[in-house]
């Protein structure tokens, strides 16, 4: 089976930089994703990775460790309406073809003015 | 290119009926998974769908069960609905692009079991 961590919640001001940390335990890993989630929307696709490093994407970057199995999304300059959730997803190989994508909880931002 | 469709968006019904959801994938996307997200454990994947085959399924009860058809619409359904089936169920198609697989969701559809 596949265990991901995720903090339930973190609070940022307007403009700084936030971290969101995602810890995983799988066996067949395939590539980690994150998602944003507005309340009361669908996710949508921020990010993926599979090899260890740095992704950048605007505002918004993901890293991979796969041997300490972490990573994190960081948000620059953040806006109020970065307030979301932010989903972590693991894609775990279950056989020739198959894969299934696992999700954390969710970390819930709030940005403050 | 239009976006993941799902209907109906929501839904009101009793314990012990059953229900239907649909979803259609954009455009080119030949696999659709299902998931149920409520507050207390997040979303959950239901199955996945492959040209018209199930190739992957979570941990739910024979209660839920799904097919695909061949122009890749989904459906999924769910009989002798009980409180606890209360959800926003979601819908995602993919697509594999130069290795990497992008899921899309829909934009749900609401169920509320009384």
Redesign the interface.
Request: charged residues 15%.
């Given at each position: 089976g596949q265990n991901i961590d995720q903090p339930t919640e973190m609070t940022a001001t307007e403009g700084a930089i936030v971290q969101i940390n995602c810890t995983y335990q799988t066996s067949g890993f395939n590539?980690l994703?994150w998602?944003q989630q507005h309340a009361g929307?669908?996710?949508?696709?921020l990010s993926?990775n599979?090899l260890d490093g740095l992704e950048e994407k605007g505002r918004f970057s993901s890293f991979l460790s796969r041997s300490k199995g972490y990573s994190y999304l960081l948000l620059k300059e953040l806006q109020m309406k970065d307030s979301a959730s932010y989903?972590c997803?693991v894609?775990d190989r279950?056989g020739a073809?198959?894969?299934?994508?696992?999700?954390?909880?969710?970390t819930k931002l709030s940005v403050i003015p | 290119k239009a976006g993941v469709t799902q209907t109906p968006r929501y839904l009101i019904k009793t314990r012990g009926q059953q229900v239907t959801l649909s979803c259609s994938p954009i455009s080119g996307h030949r696999s659709v998974s299902w998931y149920q997200q409520t507050p207390g454990q997040g979303l959950q994947f239901l199955f996945e769908y492959f040209s018209e085959t199930q190739r992957n399924k979570g941990n739910f009860p024979g209660r839920f069960s799904g097919r695909q058809f061949s122009n890749s619409r989904s459906e999924m359904n769910v009989s002798t609905l009980e409180l606890g089936d209360s959800a926003l169920y979601l819908c995602a198609s993919s697509l594999v692009r130069g290795g990497q697989e992008t899921q899309y969701f829909g934009p749900g559809t609401r169920l509320l079991v009384l």
């Amino acid at each position: 089976g596949q265990n991901i961590d995720q903090p339930t919640e973190m609070t940022a001001t307007e403009g700084a930089i936030v971290q969101i940390n995602c810890t995983y335990q799988t066996s067949g890993f395939n590539g980690l994703f994150w998602y944003q989630q507005h309340a009361g929307e669908a996710p949508t696709f921020l990010s993926y990775n599979v090899l260890d490093g740095l992704e950048e994407k605007g505002r918004f970057s993901s890293f991979l460790s796969r041997s300490k199995g972490y990573s994190y999304l960081l948000l620059k300059e953040l806006q109020m309406k970065d307030s979301a959730s932010y989903l972590c997803a693991v894609r775990d190989r279950r056989g020739a073809g198959s894969y299934q994508l696992t999700f954390g909880k969710g970390t819930k931002l709030s940005v403050i003015p | 290119k239009a976006g993941v469709t799902q209907t109906p968006r929501y839904l009101i019904k009793t314990r012990g009926q059953q229900v239907t959801l649909s979803c259609s994938p954009i455009s080119g996307h030949r696999s659709v998974s299902w998931y149920q997200q409520t507050p207390g454990q997040g979303l959950q994947f239901l199955f996945e769908y492959f040209s018209e085959t199930q190739r992957n399924k979570g941990n739910f009860p024979g209660r839920f069960s799904g097919r695909q058809f061949s122009n890749s619409r989904s459906e999924m359904n769910v009989s002798t609905l009980e409180l606890g089936d209360s959800a926003l169920y979601l819908c995602a198609s993919s697509l594999v692009r130069g290795g990497q697989e992008t899921q899309y969701f829909g934009p749900g559809t609401r169920l509320l079991v009384l």
